[in-house]
């Protein structure tokens, strides 16, 4: 899958604010140095901080800032400077927070969350833009996250490959690997029966190369934990190409692998990228805060 074309640099944010902006060397990916979000929670999005954070989410896909020391309301906070809150629809929220929800591996637990190569939901007809995810408590070693640039990845596609999918859809299902994308039924109470029961139903048919709504930027969208077919397609038929384009995004020179510390926070653009939380910590105690922010329907 060699393509002709060379992708351009897209590291180019100057802050003018004076933030440490620390591009990670994959082709997404960067950590705002030294920074505590808190100050500025109640700014709005046109401060001139702000500006140069949304900034450089817009370029590099997943930012991090390590060191913060949030509450599940600050979270919130945080978040809504990326977009309007949305909502995770097969977990229950904290009992004193509707917007928070907590991912946590106990350390008799052996699945973990989410714990395949995915975006976040894109079996809603308007899938997140974005998550927020908090590390509250993490092991010392293991339970990485790895993200996929999938603009970097349709850009390698060849012209022909790619102007052929940009005239499929997919069908996207929450049903697809369910066994594997949930939590440990033994010991896990997030997730009802009645979630599951929806999880069957809930599925949506998107463009296989999307557009960012703000970037312009086209992204390869689909994963193997959400994507059955190919819109008038057999599952069967789509197999082939589904499993080439997965193998294909997965591909190291496009991923970025981050080691979670206490405190640390990031956030990442759903509409332009893959990941996949390491399940490799058991005995190990894991939680995570998690905020969702609402989307637009896919074109």
Not at 125 to 139: D, F, G, I, M, S
Not at 202 to 208: D, E, G
Not at 251 to 269: V, Y
């Amino acid at each position: 899958m060699k393509s002709a074309r060379r992708r351009r640099s897209r590291w180019g944010i100057k802050a003018v604010t004076g933030l440490t902006i620390e591009p990670c060397a994959a082709p997404l990916g960067a950590e705002i140095a030294g920074f505590d979000v808190r100050p500025v929670l109640h700014e709005p999005a046109d401060h001139p901080l702000w500006q140069d954070i949304l900034s450089a989410f817009a370029d590099r896909k997943v930012l991090f800032f390590r060191d913060q020391a949030l509450s599940p309301a600050q979270l919130v906070d945080f978040a809504s400077h990326f977009g309007p809150i949305g909502h995770y629809p097969f977990a229950e929220p904290l009992p004193d927070n509707p917007d928070v929800i907590a991912v946590i591996k106990e350390p008799d637990q052996k699945t973990n969350f989410g714990g395949m190569w995915h975006t976040d939901t894109p079996y809603l007809e308007r899938p997140a833009a974005a998550t927020a995810l908090y590390a509250v408590e993490v092991p010392d070693e293991g339970g990485d996250t790895i993200w996929s640039d999938m603009v970097a990845a349709l850009d390698a596609l060849p012209w022909g490959l790619v102007s052929e999918l940009s005239q499929l859809r997919a069908v996207q299902s929450a049903a697809k690997n369910k066994r594997e994308l949930r939590a440990d039924p033994l010991h896990d109470g997030s997730m009802s029966g009645t979630h599951e029961e929806e999880m069957d139903t809930q599925q949506a048919t998107h463009p296989v190369v999307r557009t960012h709504p703000l970037t312009g930027e086209k992204a390869l969208f689909v994963s193997p934990a959400h994507t059955t077919n190919f819109a008038g397609l057999s599952e069967e038929a789509s197999e082939p190409l589904l499993d080439e384009l997965f193998a294909h995004a997965i591909q190291d020179q496009f991923c970025h692998r981050h080691h979670w510390t206490p405190g640390t926070l990031a956030i990442w653009d759903n509409r332009v990228s893959l990941h996949y939380p390491l399940n490799d910590y058991h005995g190990h105690r894991r939680e995570m805060l998690r905020v969702t922010i609402d989307g637009e329907v896919p074109v």
